[in-house]
């Protein structure tokens, strides 16, 4: 469901939540430690989750136009992020408090269906690539993100791809070469 499908009455209650905010290239949206009781969904631009473990960030998923973008443990439990989120490229975010929003999802079925349909998404593509590290070869897995997720080649770093995909820059090199 596209936050454009919805009927009139929904995007008015949508409309009441969203703070449309804009964040540079290289903000920290969100920082490890930090509460999050937002969610983002990117109008325009580009930013990744990551970790640092052993002083080495893990990119852990990226999001792009139309993608919902948060901690997603720390805004469930209301607890304090483990990641960043970081702004790849200047970006306009739609701001929306997560409290605020199931409450109106509660009063409107529309916005629990688009809800639904967000969580889906996201949910999906954290296991795409929670099995992929599991079960892929590193060949198989830039094979994987040639082919569902170019735009992320052609937006990100080649470290963090590395570290998304699992591997070393030096494989990340070779997976490149042999393609």
């Not at 964040?23 to 949206?29: I, N, R």
């Not at 805004?75 to 408090?97: A, H, P, Q, R, Y």
């Not at 929670?130 to 892929?136: A, G, K, R």
């Amino acid at each position: 469901m596209d936050i454009a499908n919805l009927p009139q009455e929904a995007i008015g209650h949508l409309n009441k939540l969203v703070v449309i905010t804009s964040a540079a290239k290289g903000s920290m949206l969100i920082r490890k430690g930090q509460r999050c009781d937002h969610f983002y969904i990117i109008q325009k631009g580009f930013a990744r989750i990551y970790a640092v473990i052993d002083d080495r960030q893990i990119t852990t998923l990226f999001a792009r136009e139309n993608d919902i973008i948060t901690s997603t443990y720390a805004l469930f439990t209301k607890g304090n992020s483990d990641e960043n989120v970081e702004i790849l490229e200047d970006s306009m975010l739609l701001k929306i408090d997560y409290e605020a929003f199931i409450d109106s999802c509660n009063a409107n079925p529309h916005l629990l269906k688009l809800y639904r349909v967000m969580m889906e998404k996201h949910y999906l593509a954290l296991e795409e690539r929670t099995l992929s590290l599991q079960f892929d070869s590193a060949l198989e897995r830039y094979q994987k993100l040639l082919s569902r997720h170019p735009f992320i080649l052609q937006r990100a770093s080649l470290g963090s791809i590395a570290s998304y995909l699992g591997m070393s820059h030096v494989t990340l090199s070779r997976m490149r070469a042999q393609v």
